[in-house]
């Protein structure tokens, strides 16, 4: 039996992380060749651009309400996904029921 210590997973963490950022990276540079990139946004930074709680956006999640991506226990959120559910819930003004 092999002891994992905590400096193994330290390294295993900053490998993980190193291939995310080089994915993503790699998304990124697709641009340069005329096609679209997507913007993926972290847990907080989702439920900040919704003005929720993470709980809240956790709730969205499971009902799913909101697509997400997972990598390991990471979750990905499109921002774009983000604006559709916005204006989903957009009420209109009554000039514009006229």
């Known amino acids: 039996m092999e002891i994992i210590t905590s400096e193994d997973l ?3 963490k900053a490998e ?3 291939a995310i950022r080089q ?3 790699n998304h990124h540079n ?5 096609c679209d990139t997507e913007e993926y946004l972290s847990t907080k930074q989702a ?8 709980r809240q956006l ?6 799913k309400r909101i697509a997400y991506s997972q990598v390991g226990r990471k979750l990905f959120f499109r921002k774009k ?8 819930h957009r009420i209109p003004s ?3 029921l006229n």
Do not use: C, H, N, P
Not at 30 to 34: D, E, F, N, P, Y
Not at 47 to 54: P, Q, T, W, Y
Not at 58 to 63: A, D, P
């Open 47 to 54: 439920a900040a651009f919704l003005g929720v709680s993470v």
């Open 30 to 34: 697709l641009s340069s060749t005329g």
């Open 23 to 25: 994915e993503f990276g």
């Open 16 to 18: 993980i992380l190193e």
């Open 58 to 63: 956790m709730t969205y999640k499971t009902e």
């Open 94 to 96: 009554r000039y514009e």
């Open 81 to 88: 996904d983000l604006e559709t559910f916005v204006a989903s």
């Open 10 to 12: 330290q390294v295993l």
